[in-house]
């Protein structure tokens, strides 16, 4: 039996190392995009309201936006003024009924209590803002929430606990456009904050 040609044998090796290559390189441009584990790392950069990667993205024939979410621990903060340290910063969700998210919208919303992010509940019904408590996160927890329609409600969901919202249109499913992480309130960020979320289909 013949020895393997050194030179089949290096055309093999190379064979292997580019195959390889192929394969790892969709991971590596996920992460160049941002996307870390399913995660897509949205930044709002110290002086700003809005976060990166905040295209514009239609929402129709969906019913739900299930979404599991974690806040890194640069989004702990002390407003600039103290009275500002409750207004309620923005983290996932929609626009609705086919107007501006000012007028119907459904979000869930966060701040930093001091020991905790207390996360909420956050609509817009008609132009009138409204918000209810949902819960509480630490940072680097990834709670499982929803948002769903049903008629003229909003259901939301932390970690499976329910909470109802007034809808203000009864479409039969979500008809709008994405809303991304904001920080505000009155404030801009006071520095560079990272929020992390990953849909769930």
Known sequence: MKATSPIIFLAFCLFLFISCKKLLEPAVDRAKAGEKDGFT?????AGEHYATANGYKP??????????????????????DAVNQGDINKLYGFGDCNTGHQQSSARVGWNWNGTAFDLFAYCYVNSIRQSTLLGYGKPKERPDLSISINENKY??????KLQTMERGCSTNDIVGYQLYPYFGGDEVAPHRMTVNIREVE
């Open 155 to 160: 259901l939301f969901k932390l970690n499976g």
């Open 41 to 45: 790392e949205y930044v709002i950069e």
């Open 59 to 80: 929402i129709t024939n969906r019913k739900e936006m299930h979404f599991i979410a974690w806040l890194d621990s640069n989004c702990i903060y002390t407003a600039a």
